[in-house]
Nanobody, 117 residues
Framework: QVQLVESGGGLVQAGGSLRLSCAASGSIFGINAMGWYRQAPGKERELVATLSRTGNTNYADSVKGRFTINRDTAKNTVYLQMNSLKPEDTAVYYC???????????WGQGTQVTVSS
């Protein structure tokens, strides 16, 4: 069974930093992409950052220059470094892995990030 375990969320002041991590376990048999999504109260889940298996990155305009997505392939772990946090970054952040097998999506349980002004 595949499981994605997220950690690193919390409460920070505006301008602060957090690093989220997502560790995947189980037999995935290949990953097309890894990414982070977030969902703020009253809003739909939105893409934050993605990282393809070839190393290509993509970021939402709202986080460009502030957030960085990285991975540790040996540990099958993806990270999201969040700097210069703003109150509008407050959301539940979800890790996503898109597997090559049937292009199946795996999701983490979500971790709360709250940024106070």
């Amino acid at each position: 069974q595949v499981q994605l375990v997220e950690s690193g969320g919390g409460l920070v002041q505006a301008g602060g930093s957090l690093r989220l991590s997502c560790a995947a376990s189980g037999s995935i048999f290949g990953i097309n992409a890894m990414g982070w999504y977030r969902q703020a109260p009253g809003k739909e889940r939105e893409l934050v950052a993605t990282l393809s298996r070839t190393g290509n990155t993509n970021y939402a305009d709202s986080v460009k220059g502030r957030f960085t997505i990285n991975r540790d392939t040996a540990k099958n772990t993806v990270y999201l470094q969040m700097n210069s946090l703003k109150p509008e970054d407050t959301a539940v952040y979800y890790c996503n892995i898109k597997a090559t097998t049937w292009n199946y999506d795996y999701w983490g349980q979500g971790t709360q990030v709250t940024v106070s002004s």
